[in-house]
């Protein structure tokens, strides 16, 4: 397959796409008045049935190959919802979402990682997580390893690393990749400062490799770098969906 036919085929499509959370526990009045004064998604507490937190609700969108989306809400806006929907691993509750491309879902840079194996270990396993394969990884581990600048540690177990150690290998990975539908959640500020300037430049060499790429993030200045256009999440809802100025602005409530 050439390029142009793998660019075609990479799109993401939500048609009135919604994804309710049963609260299994939540059935005494107490804790349902409790979670009705939340922050975050609508809760329908139906008489005699089990409440659901409707996370998600009537999204439709339509993303392709060279998509640049930022998304800004609140907390609990629905968000990381709307990403873990997009990657496939919520299916609608109801609606539709039809995925067409290969996903890496980096909501969790800690995720796929084994405590008891080595660095470099876990640099094959976290890649293969992410959709490589065995030999791709092996061809870019030098460079990973020279990233993380952790030496002699690679060969030791991932237990012995601080969290700062381990974010950096786990960035090493990531930033490695080169994935067709690509969905970050922000939790990649755990890094120190000078480190964090280092990965930006792989971050957004990450992206440009990238066909597709959704950002959830509070950062404006890390959406400006890494997008073009956003969609504001309300209640579960697309408030504002256009060019990311734009949403930037009306999110913040500011007058054009
Ligand atoms: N596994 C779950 N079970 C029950 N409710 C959930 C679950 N995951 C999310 N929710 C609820 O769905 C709503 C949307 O949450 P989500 O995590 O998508 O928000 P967010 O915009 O990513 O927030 P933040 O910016 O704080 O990360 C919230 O009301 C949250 O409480």
């Given at each position: 397959m050439n390029v142009s036919e793998t660019a075609s085929r990479v799109s993401i499509s939500t048609q009135n796409a919604s994804v309710d959370f049963p609260?299994?526990?939540?059935?005494s009045r107490s804790l349902k008045k409790t979670i009705m004064g939340m922050v975050g998604g609508n809760i329908s507490t139906t008489e005699g049935k089990v409440p659901v937190i409707e996370?998600?609700?009537?999204i439709t969108m339509h993303l392709e190959h060279g998509a640049r989306v930022g998304l800004v809400g609140h907390n609990g806006a629905g968000k990381s919802t709307l990403l873990r929907l997009l990657s496939g691993i919520y299916e609608p509750t109801r609606g539709e979402a039809s995925i067409n491309g290969r996903v890496a879902p980096?909501?969790?840079?800690?995720?796929?990682?084994?405590?008891?194996?080595?660095g470099f270990e876990n640099i094959i396993i976290r890649g293969l997580f992410l959709g490589m394969t065995r030999k791709q990884m092996e061809e870019r581990i030098d460079d990973i390893a020279a990233f993380t600048e952790l030496g002699d540690f690679l060969?030791?177990?991932?237990?012995?690393?601080s969290t700062g150690m381990r974010v950096r290998l786990a960035l090493g990975v990531v930033t490695s990749i080169d994935p067709e539908i690509l969905l970050l959640d922000e939790g990649?500020?755990?890094?120190?400062a000078a480190f964090l300037e280092k990965s930006k430049r792989r971050l957004s060499d990450l992206v440009d490799r990238a066909g597709l790429l959704v950002f959830a993030s509070h950062s404006d200045e890390f959406l400006r770098e890494l997008c073009d256009t956003a969609i504001w999440m309300e209640h579960g809802q697309i408030k504002l969906q256009g060019d990311l100025e734009d949403v930037l602005r009306a999110y913040k409530g500011q007058p054009a």
């Open positions: 609260i299994f526990d939540a059935r996370a998600l609700r009537d980096v909501f969790d840079l800690g995720v796929g990682m084994d405590p008891e194996i080595s060969s030791m177990p991932l237990r012995t690393y990649i500020g755990a890094v120190d």
